[in-house]
């Protein structure tokens, strides 16, 4: 009984390196999405997908890039990681079986330790 | 921005005592959802309250919505240590999915 993971729990980075954090979860939920939290500020949308092939961004995307090929899989890409990139990356799904109009409870997973240097 | 704010930032009571944390938010809503985070670990859905329910009870939890006033609380009764975490309210909206999480109230139950 899996739930969501993520991989990896920690990870340090060089300034202007590239990477992907991996999420996957086995619960077949349409919607995944991505936040970071960053002390005193809470959990911040980075992206969302409401579906295989759909993504949207979130509050915060500048810096990141999604995809969304299968429904298990929901990678963020870091394209130039930047110190300010510093964060704990939280990825979420959530069934959308009651439609778009009635959201369920999010399942996290258990999070990714990032330091950019 | 963040849609939600909790309040108090931070709360410290005694084993036994209750525990009301307050979250308002900016945008109409579909519902409100209250989470559970332990040092370090992933988030932990508690409860969800829908925007046209007033108030729902789940264990020793009750939330409360006013959906007027934008604001919703959280009430943990008879807190024990293990209640030691932080909570966050996050908010769905009518117009999309994208759920919206406050900062966050930290509780530290002593015992």
């Known amino acids: 009984n899996a739930g969501v993971t993520q991989t990896p729990k920690f990870q340090v980075l060089k300034t202007g390196q590239s990477m992907t954090l991996q999420c996957a979860q086995d619960m077949n939920h349409e919607y995944m999405s991505w936040y970071r939290q960053d002390p005193g500020m809470g959990l911040r949308l980075i992206h969302y997908s409401v579906g295989a092939g759909i993504t949207d961004q979130g509050e915060v995307p500048n810096g990141y890039n999604v995809s969304r090929s299968t429904t298990e899989d929901f990678p963020l890409r870091l394209l130039s990681a930047a110190p300010s990139q510093t964060s704990v990356y939280f990825c979420?799904?959530?069934?959308?079986?009651?439609?778009?109009?009635?959201?369920?409870?999010?399942?996290f997973g258990q999070g990714t330790r990032l330091t950019v240097v | 921005s963040q849609q939600g704010e909790e309040d108090p930032q931070a709360l410290s009571i005694q084993e036994g005592e209750n525990a009301t944390m307050n979250c308002s938010y900016k945008t109409s809503i579909n519902n409100l959802q209250w989470y559970r985070q332990n040092s370090g670990r992933g988030l932990v859905h508690l409860i969800l309250i829908r925007s046209n329910e007033r108030e729902k009870h789940s264990g020793r939890l009750r939330v409360t919505l006013d959906t007027s006033k934008k604001s919703s609380s959280l009430l943990i009764t008879a807190s024990r240590a293990a209640d030691t975490a932080s909570y966050f309210c996050?908010?769905?909206?009518?117009?999309?999915?994208?759920?919206?999480f406050g900062a966050g109230t930290r509780l530290t139950v002593k015992p």
């Open positions: 979420a799904s959530r069934s959308l079986q009651g439609g778009l109009r009635s959201p369920t409870e999010a399942f």
């Open positions: 996050a908010t769905d909206a009518w117009n999309n999915n994208d759920m919206r």
